[in-house]
């Protein structure tokens, strides 16, 4: 098996919805960029796996094809809010395998303005399971994600005495950072008390400033070999030294926090570190799914980047930023870039990449050399990343 090299990376900045151009321009715009950060031809990519999760059938070959028409499969991808990830795993495994050489993972996504909701209501839905665990436990209605993050950001508050502070620090930490980000959504800085005193979305403690908006954008990568990176001569690359993916187990349904994915990112991580032989600590930069900052806060423990239980003095003690054991979501995560959702594993490889070439300008973390992704589906699916500096 060949190891597998991202040779090439790019991506659109994301726009709130209306803002934004035609998937198909977004896209294709996107490819071409991780062409020509790669170095080279759309003719050596053997095969494509497009994600996207709004849209009919083949969108990512309409989407492809503004970029080059070439004959090649294209792999449709629809893995919840993991779709950008899921075909970046698809695109490794065809190169680790030996099925290609050099494999093209792109996403993208047109959104809606407001929550997440379901096209699909004329048949069973695949999150009814988890509606029945927070009826269960009396979590009061609200769209599906707002309802399943914000109920396990109140279990863990009501689990670890913690207080709601801590995820207004985090939307604080993340915007922080988004202001080095050219390519952020939003650039302007949030104070902790502007984050608590914001519009309430759910129960008596999630703000609006603590949720992701909808977003509209693209991302692309290159993925190869070894030997077909050093026959043409690319010189940027940055190994996929694991990846893993994971999906719900009965586990699952325990409680709010591992209803969104706490056990699936658990599972993961522990793969991809076993399989790199090398420990957590080790690892310089992450960009994790921070589609709710419950969510940074829970899979900060998921990751085991702190112990169970212990978010609150991770965060007080400034170990998820500059200066810390760890920088999490230099780019300004889904927070504040925004999460177009077939783009969004794909724009935090972009990210990551940038970091471990020095490239990522102010807001490089120094000496970068190991960087873990953790992109998360509800529904469920986890995969999670570890890249290493060449």
Same mark, same amino acid.
């Given at each position: 098996?060949?190891?597998?090299?991202?040779?090439?990376?790019?991506?659109?900045?994301?726009?709130?919805?209306?803002?934004?151009?035609?998937? $198909?321009?977004?896209?294709?715009?996107?490819?071409?960029?991780?062409?020509?950060?790669?170095?080279?031809?759309?003719?050596?990519?053997?095969?494509?796996?497009?994600?996207?999760?709004? #849209?009919?059938?083949?969108?990512?070959?309409?989407?492809?094809?503004?970029?080059?028409?070439? #004959?090649?499969?294209?792999?449709?991808?629809?893995?919840?809010?993991?779709? =950008?990830?899921?075909?970046?795993?698809?695109?490794?495994?065809?190169?680790?395998?030996?099925?290609?050489? &050099?494999?093209?993972?792109?996403?993208?996504?047109?959104?809606?303005?407001?929550?997440?909701?379901?096209?699909?209501?004329? $048949?069973?839905?695949?999150?009814?399971?988890?509606?029945?665990?927070?009826?269960?436990?009396?979590?009061?209605?609200?769209?599906?994600?707002?309802?399943?993050?914000?109920?396990?950001?109140?279990?863990?508050?009501?689990?670890?005495?913690?207080?709601?502070?801590?995820?207004?620090?985090?939307?604080?930490?993340? $915007?922080?950072?988004?202001?080095?980000?050219?390519?952020?959504?939003?650039?302007?800085?949030?104070?902790?008390?502007?984050?608590?005193?914001?519009?309430?979305?759910?129960?008596?403690?999630?703000?609006?400033?603590?949720? &992701?908006?909808?977003? &509209?954008?693209?991302?692309?990568?290159?993925?190869?070999?070894?030997?077909?990176?050093?026959?043409?001569?690319?010189? #940027?690359?940055?190994?996929?030294?694991?990846?893993?993916?994971?999906?719900?187990?009965?586990?699952?349904?325990?409680?709010?926090?591992?209803?969104?994915?706490?056990?699936?990112?658990?599972?993961?991580?522990?793969?991809?570190?076993?399989?790199?032989?090398?420990?957590?600590?080790?690892?310089?930069?992450?960009?994790?799914?921070?589609?709710?900052?419950?969510?940074?806060?829970?899979?900060?423990?998921?990751?085991?980047?702190?112990?169970?239980?212990?978010?609150?003095?991770?965060?007080?003690?400034?170990?998820?930023?500059?200066?810390?054991?760890?920088?999490?979501?230099?780019?300004?995560?889904?927070?504040?870039?925004?999460?177009?959702?077939?783009?969004? =594993?794909?724009?935090?490889?972009?990210?990551?990449?940038?970091?471990?070439?020095?490239?990522?300008?102010? $807001?490089?973390?120094? =000496?970068?050399?190991?960087?873990?992704?953790?992109?998360?589906?509800?529904?469920?699916?986890?995969?999670?990343?570890?890249?290493?500096?060449?």
């Amino acid at each position: 098996m060949s190891n597998a090299i991202v040779a090439g990376v790019d991506m659109v900045k994301f726009a709130k919805p209306g803002q934004q151009e035609p998937y $198909r321009v977004m896209a294709s715009t996107a490819i071409q960029g991780a062409l020509k950060d790669a170095g080279i031809e759309a003719s050596a990519v053997q095969q494509a796996y497009g994600s996207y999760i709004y #849209g009919d059938s083949t969108c990512a070959q309409h989407a492809l094809y503004d970029a080059f028409m070439t #004959g090649i499969p294209v792999i449709n991808v629809n893995n919840n809010c993991s779709s =950008g990830s899921t075909a970046l795993f698809l695109a490794r495994q065809a190169v680790e395998s030996g099925a290609a050489e &050099c494999v093209l993972a792109f996403g993208f996504e047109e959104m809606q303005p407001g929550a997440l909701s379901s096209h699909w209501d004329d $048949r069973e839905s695949p999150f009814d399971n988890f509606l029945d665990v927070l009826d269960k436990a009396d979590y009061p209605a609200a769209p599906l994600a707002l309802r399943c993050f914000g109920a396990a950001g109140h279990y863990y508050m009501e689990k670890y005495n913690a207080s709601r502070d801590i995820f207004a620090k985090v939307s604080v930490k993340t $915007r922080n950072h988004a202001l080095n980000n050219p390519l952020s959504l939003f650039n302007t800085p949030l104070t902790e008390e502007q984050v608590l005193n914001d519009k309430v979305v759910f129960m008596d403690y999630l703000t609006r400033t603590m949720c &992701c908006p909808p977003t &509209c954008g693209a991302g692309a990568a290159i993925v190869c070999s070894e030997a077909f990176a050093k026959k043409h001569g690319i010189d #940027g690359g940055v190994k996929i030294a694991a990846q893993a993916m994971a999906t719900d187990t009965p586990q699952t349904w325990d409680n709010p926090i591992d209803l969104i994915g706490a056990d699936m990112t658990r599972r993961a991580a522990k793969q991809v570190f076993e399989e790199a032989s090398v420990d957590v600590s080790d690892v310089d930069v992450v960009e994790l799914h921070d589609c709710f900052t419950t969510n940074e806060v829970v899979t900060y423990e998921g990751l085991g980047l702190c112990a169970e239980g212990e978010a609150s003095k991770f965060i007080a003690d400034g170990d998820n930023t500059y200066g810390g054991k760890f920088v999490v979501n230099p780019s300004g995560g889904l927070m504040s870039k925004g999460h177009p959702i077939g783009a969004t =594993g794909l724009a935090q490889c972009y990210e990551l990449v940038n970091q471990l070439r020095g490239q990522a300008d102010q $807001r490089q973390v120094a =000496g970068a050399k190991l960087a873990l992704q953790h992109n998360l589906g509800l529904g469920g699916a986890v995969v999670v990343t570890l890249y290493q500096a060449s």
